[in-house]
């Protein structure tokens, strides 16, 4: 049975869809409330719901190198289960999925397999298992990980997030 959870601090303009194994209240009140106000005001993110399948569940940086914080969160597609990321650019208010049903780079739409996460500050990027050469990287980015298999850079390139294979 699905059952409609509404977050507090979204006003309950925006509801997500929720069961048990979608984010329960204490994890949905751990979130940035400048998250929830963005969420209620914005449209286009409908079709996800908030989810907590990895520690941390969301991640705080300059994703964009505009001088100003961004969230990611992770997030599933309703419709298919499929994981992913919302990232969330606060200056200049707007958001990006990565994955959750939704193909990026490689055709890559399903980020349910990744069993860590953190940000990588901006700087250097070492070469990777990729065969391009590193990217320069504009704000900070998101290391995806597979623990003793594989990782990847989520990486904002101007205009969308691109990947970097960093390790298989």
């Known amino acids: 049975m699905r059952r409609v959870l ?7 303009s925006v509801s997500w869809a929720a069961d048990p194994s979608d984010v329960d209240f204490v994890v949905a009140s751990s979130l940035p409330s400048e998250l929830g106000e ?4 914005s449209t286009g993110h409908e079709s996800y719901a908030l989810a907590s399948w990895l520690n941390p569940y969301y991640l705080q940086a300059d994703f964009n190198g505009d001088g100003r914080g961004d969230i990611a969160v992770l997030v599933r597609e309703k419709a298919t289960g499929k994981g992913g990321i919302l990232i969330v650019h606060f200056g200049v208010n707007r958001h990006f999925v990565v994955g959750a049903g939704t193909s990026f780079d490689n055709g890559r739409d399903n980020f349910s397999w990744m069993d860590a996460w953190h940000t990588y500050a901006r700087g250097v990027v070492a070469r990777g298992a990729d065969e391009r050469e590193p990217p320069s990287l504009l704000g900070d980015a998101i290391l995806v990980m597979k623990t003793e298999a594989s ?13 970097y294979q960093q390790g298989d």
Do not use: I, K, N
């Open 6 to 12: 509404c977050l507090w601090f979204l006003g309950c």
């Open 38 to 41: 963005y969420l209620r005001a």
């Open 151 to 163: 990782s990847g850079l989520v990486y904002w390139t101007g205009t969308e997030y691109a990947w």
